[in-house]
């Protein structure tokens, strides 16, 4: 037997089923626990990425990492699409991983690089923060030839599925208000709870990038679900779940510069969230973030609106710059919650959850009411679809 039957022989017979269980004590965030079928999407997501890039059969593809789950989805996803997999012990010094890395050839360069730039982008800080003071990995990406360092965005965006949009044109995030801790009562006012009602899981799978893809969801108009557009980019069918009951779902506005999409739904009937618009948020203004988080039940997260920003920042495809109006907010926000309301406290919308910042994990962003009106107002009457194009 090949990797290759043991895991379609899991995925086929097991799929639900608890599957890999990461290491929970490593220098950075574990992956969260995953089932077989979750895991078997991992590995054809990084089997995608490897022939994106033009990674040939029998090619050697080598890894500096940790014993972790993404290691264990690479020892599947190179040899089951012919590729040789050379793991690489993190414990070397940068000399000698720069000796392996220079006898292997420039696609172990790529790979190696490609773990330590979507760990250090993902939203989990800990995980970030080591990954930028390793001078293991520090050296590797010093190697790494300009062509190969710019297609490889494209990559990253095929198997990263944590990565969140960049809020703020270049490293730093920005300045962070200090506000007072959420007050987790919220979560329980009868506007939040009713509102509860109308937030939906959105669901779908790009073929383009083979991934699976989730994220979050409200009703704002009759039989209209507003979600993000880096939620269902490259999606070709597009679902949405709420009390068990999964529906089909037309994306009708896909607008990759501020963010946005909206889903036409036609078997949906729940009532519509209205915008707060007047008076918008404010700072110190007590939310809620409502959402399923890491593709998990529904969640309502206390929150406090830290400030109101406008910054310039890459659209989703980071091929141009747009300027967006969002609130800085404290609170969690994590993979999952894309797409999903941030709630004040009578249950109104104060604006869509879109981000998290990279180096503070108590710190999201979301697009203001004002923000997502234009796209709001487009797609209350569309019923045609339109194009999602590829994977963001």
Known sequence: MTVADFLERAELGFASDPGVVDEPDQPGAPVPESTYGRFAERVRAWQAGLDALGVGEGERVAVVGHNSARLLELLFAVPMSGRICVPVNFRLSPDEVAYVVEQSGASVLLVAWLLATVVERSPFDSLAR????????????????????????????????????????????????????????????????????????????????????????????????????????????????????????????????????????????????????????????????????????????????????SANAPDIYSRGTVRRDFFAIRGQVLPGNSGGPLLSPTGTVYGVVFAAARDDGDTGYVLTANEVSVPAQAGAQATSQVSTQGCD
Do not use: W
């Not at 963010?259 to 404010?282: E, I, N």
């Open 130 to 309: 080591a990954v930028r003071g390793s001078g293991v990995l520090t050296t590797i990406d010093s190697g790494m030839p300009d062509d190969v360092r710019n297609t490889f965005s494209d990559l990253r965006r095929l198997v990263d599925e944590n990565v969140f949009p960049e809020v703020f044109a270049g490293l730093r995030d920005g300045r962070i208000v200090d506000v007072a801790a959420p007050d987790v009562s919220v979560v329980s006012t009868p506007g939040v709870q009713e509102a509860s009602a109308s937030i939906v899981k959105v669901t779908g799978v790009a073929p383009s990038c083979g991934r699976r893809v989730e994220g979050t969801g409200f009703v704002y108009s009759p039989q209209r679900v507003m979600t993000n557009a880096h939620v269902v980019a490259g999606v070709t069918e597009a679902e949405v779940e709420i009390d068990g009951r999964s529906m089909t779902a037309t994306v009708v506005v896909f607008d990759p510069d501020r963010d946005v999409a909206v889903l036409y739904v036609p078997d949906l009937r729940r009532p519509p969230l209205r915008f707060q618009t007047s008076p918008p948020g404010q700072s110190g203004d007590a939310a809620v973030v409502a959402g399923y988080p890491q593709d998990g039940p529904y969640t309502l997260e206390a929150a406090r609106i830290r400030n109101r920003q």
